[in-house]
């Protein structure tokens, strides 16, 4: 799923402040302070202020309050054992009362004020005589001080569990050293994108390998989470980077907090994030991963308080406060979005023991069976508030795509236990297979967009990852179309090849039409750019392990070729904006899908089988390989883990 028009980041930094020579004659140049470090200037001249108006103004306690005839004054005082009354913490003294003890009184009080004051002062011309280098340390040994008490706070023991079988982590290796030589390639593609990250991107979310430094979106939010990081672990870890995959470990031991002020895509962190995390965790054994892992669903859960526990698309991680996409009709939250939280969630239900995560997608599943489709199709947008449709339109790419993966993996990863998951994908899948999915007049098979009962006849490229699907999905399918289905996968593996092969780089485009005489061709200059996107590769890998059809390897490594010679740069991977153009344009992107996936798919395809065999493991669909949890003799819900 790809969120249109996405926003650019809103940093929320404090603007440098310019404090001159005088204040500072050591350091002329213009320092930006920490918020620490403001507020203590703010604290200083509050206390200058109040010790100003302690001494200057006239002294209120030599005024009578109340002229009552009594000659009252108020003073403060709680003391009540000389016979005054207490009202509200001020004891009224009649006339005659000890002024001696009363200007005793305010003598004490005003040495007081005078000694906190000067403290103050003194302990901020001690900060400001220290360098700016000296500031930031002790402001990050503060942060630092504060992190570790969360972490003890939020890292309570996990109960153990059963780990399920984990097989094939470490093979692949394949015999011909051809497809060796191929799958090495990958991998030191891997390295190239690795390095030059972590050379000038480390810690933030994603690599401009041009401008040779951190890059964001709004999806993660406007802070460093090193969404690269998190991405890349699997991959580095089956490609036997261990080095990298250590470094990464590293990192995120000590620096990924999910306590910040960020507003983030529920939907991208737990694919990326949590999909990352939970897949590093199985693979290494590493403690660390399974701990964040839970630590940031925690702060995804507030996304559920709505109406109908449909979550929202976006969830503030400190605040918790949710909201969906402007750009979404009628204010919906998004079905690839909500739709993709299963496997994930069941996971982390089966390794906490907490039933929670597991509640919360069963009761979306749920809430869309109840509902009615229109042709039997699921439109992309719900709102989340009324629990209605918004418009009726129908993707099996953008907006809806993940979510009838979902279902089929959610089959898969459930030991094939969980048989409402498989209904709801073979009806989901017939409706679309009836309404979406024509042949073009050059005879090839397309997936086209259903908007408001009209068929748009156009594909995404994200919509190419279907073939894949089809053939996960062609085992166990209704009335025995197991054959059917796998050349509907392979239809879709040859359209969206012919979708790389007509262009000038041999590159697909974002998104491409049949009609108007044109087949497989983008026609609008917004839809000719390739980002570095996996779908087409991963759907090669898929048909690839089911058919053992050479022409998969073949076509894998033409775009293999292809992503080498036109979207390499010396520091690191970048996106194209225009693959029918023989001089192309960077988008000076390096996207973290391009290590999760794209490379990792790659690889795949040119190791054996025997490399995360897919009947113990189901990728997620940022192609985090998660096992299959072996439930045997219960359902799900029966399942002591989730009770
Ligand atoms: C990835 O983040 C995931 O595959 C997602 O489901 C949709 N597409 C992007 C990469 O294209």
């Not at 030991?415 to 297979?433: F, G, L, N, Q």
Request: charged letters at 25%.
């Amino acid at each position: 799923m790809t969120t249109p028009a996405l926003l650019p980041l809103s940093g929320r930094r404090l603007p440098p402040l310019n404090l001159g020579a005088s204040a500072f004659p050591h350091h002329r140049a213009t320092l930006r302070l920490s918020e620490k470090f403001i507020l203590l200037l703010i604290l200083s001249a509050f206390i200058t202020l109040c010790f100003g108006a302690f001494f200057f103004l006239p002294d209120s306690s030599k005024h009578k309050r109340f002229d009552l005839g009594l000659e009252d004054v108020l003073i403060p005082h709680v003391d009540t054992s000389k016979g005054g009354k207490n009202l509200g913490g001020f004891l009224i003294h009649g006339q005659g009362h000890d002024e001696h003890r009363h200007r005793e009184e305010e003598e004490r009080l005003r040495n007081k004020i005078r000694a906190d004051h000067e403290k103050a002062l003194e302990e901020a011309k001690e900060k400001l005589k220290k360098s700016r280098d000296e500031i930031q340390a002790e402001i990050q040994t503060e942060k630092n001080k504060v992190v570790q008490e969360l972490k003890k706070k939020d890292s309570k023991p996990l109960p153990p569990v059963p780990l399920p079988n984990l097989i094939g982590i470490n093979s692949g290796e394949p015999a011909d050293p051809d497809i060796r030589e191929k799958r090495n390639k990958a991998k030191e593609m891997m390295k190239h994108a690795w390095d030059n990250y972590r050379q000038y991107g480390w810690g933030h979310n994603e690599l401009k390998p041009i401008a040779r430094k951190g890059h964001t979106t709004n999806i993660f939010g406007n802070s460093q989470m090193g969404a690269t990081i998190v991405d890349a672990l699997d991959t580095l870890y089956i490609m036997g980077l261990h080095d990298e995959f250590r470094e990464g470990q590293e990192w995120i031991d000590k620096n990924l907090d999910f306590s910040v002020n960020s507003e983030v895509s529920v939907f991208e962190v737990n694919i990326r994030f949590i999909g990352g995390l939970l897949a590093a965790y199985y693979l290494s054994g590493q403690e660390v991963f399974k701990i964040k892992a839970v630590q940031l669903a925690g702060k995804l859960l507030p996304a559920f308080n709505t109406p109908t526990g449909i979550p929202w698309a976006m969830v503030n991680l400190k605040s918790g406060v949710g909201r969906n996409w402007g750009w979404a009709s009628a204010g919906s939250s998004i079905l690839a979005e909500f739709g993709t939280l299963h496997m994930e969630f069941v996971h982390l239900s089966y390794l906490t023991g907490d039933p929670v995560y597991y509640n919360k997608v069963m009761h979306i599943r749920k809430l869309l069976q109840k509902m009615d489709r229109p042709n039997g199709l699921y439109p992309n947008y719900l709102n989340p508030r009324t629990g209605r449709w918004g418009q009726h339109h129908t993707s099996v790419g953008g907006l809806g795509d993940s979510f009838y993966e979902y279902l089929l993996k959610a089959w898969l990863m459930s030991d094939k236990m969980d048989t409402e998951a498989r209904k709801m994908y073979d009806d989901a899948i017939e409706a679309i297979e009836k309404h979406l999915i024509r042949k073009s007049n050059g005879g090839l098979t397309f997936i086209g967009e259903w908007k408001n009962g009209h068929l748009e006849r156009k594909m995404g490229h994200l919509t190419c990852f279907a073939g894949g699907m089809f053939a996960l999905g062609a085992d166990g399918s209704r009335d025995d179309k197991a054959g059917h289905y796998l050349q509907l996968g392979a239809e879709i593996a040859h359209t969206c090849h012919e979708s790389y092969d007509r262009t000038t780089l041999k590159l697909g485009p974002e998104a491409f039409k049949f009609d108007g005489g044109v087949e497989a061709v983008a026609v609008r200059q917004n839809e000719k750019y390739y980002i570095l996107r996996p779908e087409v590769i991963e759907t090669y890998w898929y048909m690839w392990r089911f058919t053992h059809d050479p022409k998969y390897r073949q076509w894998g490594w033409e775009a293999t070729q292809a992503i080498d010679k036109y979207c390499r740069v010396s520091g690191g991977f970048s996106g194209v904006k225009d693959v029918y153009s023989s001089s192309p344009t960077y988008d000076d992107v390096q996207q973290s899908f391009f290590l999760a996936e794209t490379l990792k798919y790659l690889y795949l395809l040119f190791s054996n089988d025997d490399l995360l065999p897919l009947d113990n493991w189901v990728f997620n669909t940022e192609a985090h390989p998660l096992p299959v949890l072996h439930l045997a003799n219960t359902t799900l819900s029966g399942n002591p883990a989730y009770r």
